[in-house]
């Protein structure tokens, strides 16, 4: 099976296939990443679509290193585009709806066939009220905090992904997650035995 390298090399020289193969490899944290980042799954299939699309037309930029963290720069900035193409929501259900009304499922590789329903459930539930939580960041430290707590990113990658000074990372990261922790307070029934008390005095 060819490596990510060999893909790269033949998706450079025109090779289609092979860039192909490189968006399955990656499509489900491009997604995601997209997904956390926007709160609208539409959207951020558009953002991903555009992502991939950007990063085939770049590929000559690629100049070595973590082709993961090159591909969310890519996909950072087209989340960004978007923002600026529309206005945000001010509110934002904690369970997303489609045109019909109907509430939206979340993606299909975070389902486990393997847990039971309640589990299933629960998990979902947990995931919506992190999603309701992010939404309610700016744009700025929602990006910090979705690159290095859900991408699991290290400082210095979100920092070169954001164009952004390693301080000011660190110190997004760190008002983003007091913000998360305080907003998560309001849905302590769905969050680890843990975690149920962080923030309280």
């Known amino acids: 099976m060819m490596d990510l390298q060999d893909?790269?090399?033949?998706?450079?020289?025109?090779?289609?296939?092979?860039?192909?193969q490189i968006i399955l490899s990656f499509q489900s944290q491009i997604y995601n990443q997209a997904y956390r980042i926007i709160g609208e799954p539409d959207a951020a299939a558009d953002a991903t679509q555009?992502?991939?699309?950007?990063?085939?037309?770049?590929?000559?930029?690629?100049r070595g290193g973590s082709f993961k963290s090159w591909l969310l720069r890519i996909v950072s900035n087209a989340c960004y585009d978007e923002f600026r193409?529309?206005?945000?929501?001010?509110?934002?259900?904690?369970?997303?709806?489609?045109d019909d009304g109907d509430e939206i499922?979340?993606?299909?590789?975070?389902?486990?066939?393997?847990?039971k329903p309640e589990d299933?459930?629960?998990?979902r539930e947990l995931s919506e009220a992190i999603q309701y939580c992010l939404d309610r960041l700016e744009y700025e430290f929602r990006t910090i905090v979705v690159l290095v707590d859900i991408q699991g990113l290290d400082y210095a990658s979100a920092a070169e992904i954001t164009d952004r000074p390693l301080g000011?990372?660190?110190?997004?990261?760190?008002?983003?997650?007091n913000n998360l922790k305080d907003c998560l307070q309001g849905f302590k029934e769905l969050l680890p035995h843990g975690l149920r008390h962080v923030g309280e005095a």
């Open 120 to 123: 299933s459930l629960q998990r």
């Open 50 to 62: 555009e992502a991939f699309i950007s990063a085939y037309k770049k590929l000559h930029t690629y």
């Open 7 to 20: 893909q790269i090399k033949k998706s450079m020289a025109g090779d289609l296939e092979s860039f192909n």
């Open 105 to 115: 499922d979340s993606a299909s590789w975070l389902e486990d066939p393997a847990e």
């Open 168 to 177: 000011t990372v660190k110190s997004r990261l760190a008002r983003a997650r």
């Open 85 to 98: 193409r529309r206005k945000r929501k001010p509110v934002v259900p904690l369970y997303p709806e489609g």
